[in-house]
């Protein structure tokens, strides 16, 4: 039996209390009317001479200006108050838009953190299932571990809903859809309320979360039974579970991505883009696995999982890697060559305001995996696991982020004390959880019957 030591737990309860403490910071800082918005922008940009980005857009904003002053002194009487107020009602505006992307700043970075470790618990869970399902010989020997990461998935997820019930709320505004002031002006959006309304939105989410724990209740509960039993009834309806989840999973999946990713930006969408979450969480929760099973095993844990075990698993890292950029040029190189305006704006936002993040999630998630992981032999040295497999995860954690920020935020992103606080607390969080469920049963799932197959698995 493992044991949580002590200075782990403390460890992740620094961590939670370090985060919560960062995103209390971002809460309390964020700006509460329009004054004090543009005073924090400018602060921010004072004496730094501004940066390209925000130096063009008060370039515009000076031309706008300078426009309005010449229709001003041009013009006469009611035509020059007519332009004044104009001008005015524009900055009223521009201000207002300001203010929400600041007080967003705070919930996206404790909504981006919240859903990457929910997303790494649901991806180890879709690959525990393929490997139930697939009746896999090598795997049972890490099913343990498997089941420990998922365990976070239920609370993840939850607090997930909460961020997204606060939403509906109206409590921030994350997702520009729920406010019925911009629906009554946007056509777009204003068709497609039959599906992007809150009770509607909510209640999708709970069979989501509902589906997904139901099975791994049952899953856990029938995989812990099979130790004690005599015959292999549970192993059988395990298998039976399984393959109906992934049926379950590959929709809700999909309508998730939708649902909490998607719709943040809801005049934009890519028929691959359920493909193309599913394929970071994925490749999330192998790496997962990869690098709790090696902790384990450097503390004396897991003698049943060898350099073969951890081969596989550095392949699957490797293969999924490169299945995610597949899909992420599919989706780039079509819309981009396509160049239609509604379509091509979404990665005209993300390469000229975040390009730093943009380019460099695919230098972590493609290009450090590829170079890394393709020679066999590293595969099964463990530095060359772990070392790649705290980029993927800091790679997907940027990919999640460049999916939700420029839509909450705008240009007015860095990664400061709100966004480093929610990943340190959901980072700790997930290490309590984790590591407490694994010591809650054997790291061996003795019996199993295929389990004898993945002791002997060498090759």
Sequence with gaps: MYTFPNKLRNFSIVLMVIGFLGLTYGF?????????AMAMVADEHHGEGHT???????????????????????????GADHAEHAGEHGEDHHGEHLLH????????????????FMMIALGTLAFYAINRAAQAGWSPALFRVMEGITAYLLPGALI???????????????FIWMDPEV?????????????????????????????????????????????????????????????????????????MSWDWVMSIDPHWFSTLFGWYVFASMFVS?????????????????????????IHDLGKFMFGVSIFWTYLW???????????????VTYFITRIEDYNLPFFGMLVMNFIFPLLILMNSDYKRI?????????????????????????SAVGDQWFIGIAEIGGFSFFFGLFIYVVFKEISKAPLNASGDPLMGESERFHY
């Design 28 to 36: 309390l800082t964020a700006p509460s009317t329009v004054d004090e």
């Design 183 to 255: 629906v009554a002006h946007d056509k777009l959006i204003r068709g497609k309320v039959g599906f992007l309304n809150v009770p509607g939105f909510l209640f999708r989410a709970l069979i989501y979360i509902g589906g997904w724990a139901t099975y791994r209740y049952f899953s856990r509960k029938f995989s812990l039974a099979q130790d004690q039993a005599n015959d292999i009834s549970n192993h059988k309806k395990n298998f039976r579970i399984s393959a109906g989840f992934l049926v379950f999973f590959i929709v809700t999946e999909s309508m």
């Design 285 to 309: 929760g192998i790496t997962t696995i990869a690098l709790v099973t090696i902790y384990l095993k450097s503390k004396g844990y897991l003698e049943k999982v060898n350099d073969s075990h």
């Design 382 to 406: 463990n530095y060359f696991i772990i070392m790649a497999g705290i980029v993927i995860l800091l790679g997907h954690y940027m990919d999640v982020f460049n999916m939700i920020m420029p």
């Design 329 to 343: 040029f599919s989706q780039f190189m079509l819309i981009w060559y396509s160049n239609i305006p509604e379509e």
């Design 52 to 78: 390209a980005d925000h130096g063009d857009s008060h370039d515009t904003t000076a031309d706008h200006h300078d426009t309005h002053a010449t229709h001003d002194s041009a013009a006469a009487g009611q």
């Design 160 to 174: 997930v809903f909460v961020i997204l019930a606060l939403s509906g709320m109206h409590l921030n505004h994350l």
């Design 101 to 116: 992307q600041l007080q967003n700043k705070p919930w996206a970075a404790l909504y981006v953190a919240a859903f990457f």
